[in-house]
Every structure is written in structure tokens, then in C-alpha cells.
């Protein structure tokens, strides 16, 4: 279904904390892949000391043990109206430090344990190897099935209960590098490990978070306009199954 004006609000959470290895390119992403398809792109940044604004679409990126301390901090003082949030099916994308935030907790190696919102049931400790190189993950939701990215992480992720895989991997490590897991989805709150950043190479999963924030802002399905993604695609296929 087209229509016309159509506008979603995006949350950038903590962008001043966490962004690393170019995680910002997955903003821009969903910006241009709206603006191709004439939908209003409402960009919003949030940092510590803001409340955060309610939005169609959340995403946060990674970052390092000493930036997660202050994210945990801001975040998890606000983790009611976030969960109220997830509940009425808002989009909530996280990247590895991001995502270990959205779990119950995140233990580093050294000091507090850091807490989280618990949009996912999910916790992570931290390991004693550090996960570093390309990752190919495959899903069950997307066609093409592959993900791909890179992987930068220590901590170890686990999955519970309603709390699903994202993906499972083919070459990497995923959540904990011991049950193939990568990633993780609970309703419309997505975590992966996957740098590089995510969405330039994976077009179909940008989209398909387009459509749920969508989907959940007007409560109806809407078919996106195809868009020539030969490059993106190109890009994709050039990193599937490379060896780690
Ligand atoms: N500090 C976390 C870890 O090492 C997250 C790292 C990241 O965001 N790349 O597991």
C-alpha cells in the first residue's frame, strides 16, 4: 500500500557514547532508504541528561566497557517507559554494546555489574577472548537469509525464554561462540553483534525494520517501494562466508 507523507521518528540513543566502528552508518541508512521512498525521516538525538522522547523507531550503537557505564546509568532510570515502549510495538535496534544494554545486565571483566532495560531477557558476562572478524549469520525472517558484519566484542550473550536468535552463524562467533546464536528478537527489539556498520550491507533488514516502525506508527502494513540495491547487494555478497 502507498500513501503519501508518511513520516517515521527515529531515537538515536546515546550517538556522543555509542558509535563505534561507523555505527552511524546505520542511521543514515534508514535515512536515505526513507528519503528515496519520500517518507519524512523525524531524527532525534538523545544524550545522558535528555528525557527520552517517545519515537517509532530506537537505535544505539557500540561501544567500549567505560561508555556502556554512563549509557547504563541514563537508560536504565528510564527502562519503564522504555519497556512501555517495546510493548506497544516500537522498532528498538541495538549493536553489541548497545544490545548488551537492552538485556538485564552486562558484566565486564572488571568492576559493577552495568545494569540494563530488559527489553530483551537476555544477560551477558564478559569472556576472556576477545571476538574479533567477519561474521555471516543466517536468519529465518529474510530473504536473502544472510546477514553480514563484523564482530568486535568480549562479552558473551545469552539468551532466554521468548527471546530469540536474530540469526545463527555460519563463520564468526555470534552472542557467546559456544550455541551459533547472533543476535537476538523479542516483539520489534532487534540486537546483533554485527558492526560495519549493519544496515549498508544488509538493505532487507533495513527495510524490514522500516516497515515494522511503520506498520506500528499508522497500524497498517505498507509494501516499500523496490529500490535499485545492485551495490548494496554487491557489498553484501562480498562478505558471505569470507573467512574470519
Ligand atoms: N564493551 C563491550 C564488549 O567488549 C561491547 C563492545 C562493542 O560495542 N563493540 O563486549
Known amino acids: 500500500m502507498e500513501r503519501a507523507n508518511l513520516k517515521i521518528s527515529v531515537g538515536h540513543l546515546y550517538p556522543k557514547q555509542l558509535n563505534l566502528y561507523g555505527d552511524m552508518g546505520n542511521i543514515i541508512t534508514l535515512k536515505k532508504r526513507c528519503e528515496w521512498r519520500s517518507i ?53 535496534l541495538g549493536i553489541c554494546g548497545g544490545y548488551q544494554l537492552f538485556g538485564h545486565y552486562y558484566q565486564p571483566f572488571e568492576g559493577e555489574k552495568l545494569l540494563g532495560v530488559s527489553l530483551l531477557d537476555a544477560y551477558t ?38 527471546t530469540k536468535p536474530l540469526a545463527f552463524v555460519t563463520v564468526g562467533n555470534g552472542n557467546n561462540g559456544n550455541d551459533k546464536s547472533e543476535g537476538a528478537r523479542y516483539k520489534n527489539v532487534f540486537g546483533t553483534y554485527l558492526h560495519g556498520s549493519l544496515l549498508p550491507k544488509n538493505p532487507h533488514l533495513a527495510d524490514y525494520l522500516i516497515s515494522l516502525a511503520l506498520e506500528k506508527k499508522y497500524q497498517n502494513r505498507f509494501e516499500l517501494k523496490k529500490l535499485n540495491d545492485e551495490i548494496e547487494f554487491s557489498a553484501h555478497n562480498s562478505v558471505v562466508s569470507k573467512a574470519y
Open 125 to 162: 558476562v564478559a569472556g576472556k577472548k576477545r571476538f574479533i572478524g567477519n561474521v555471516t549469520a543466517e536468519s529465518d525472517f529474510l530473504v536473502p537469509n544472510t546477514l553480514v558484519g563484523f564482530e568486535n566484542h568480549s562479552g558473551l550473550t545469552y539468551l532466554q525464554n521468548d
Open 40 to 92: 519524512e525521516f523525524d531524527y532525534k538525538e538523545i544524550n545522558l541528561e535528555d528525557v527520552i522522547p517517545a519515537c517509532d523507531l530506537y537505535f544505539i550503537g557500540g561501544g567500549q566497557d567505560k561508555e556502556q557505564i554512563d549509557v547504563s546509568k541514563a537508560m536504565y532510570c528510564q527502562k519503564d517507559f522504555l519497556l512501555e515502549q517495546r510493548d506497544e510495538g516500537t522498532v528498538f
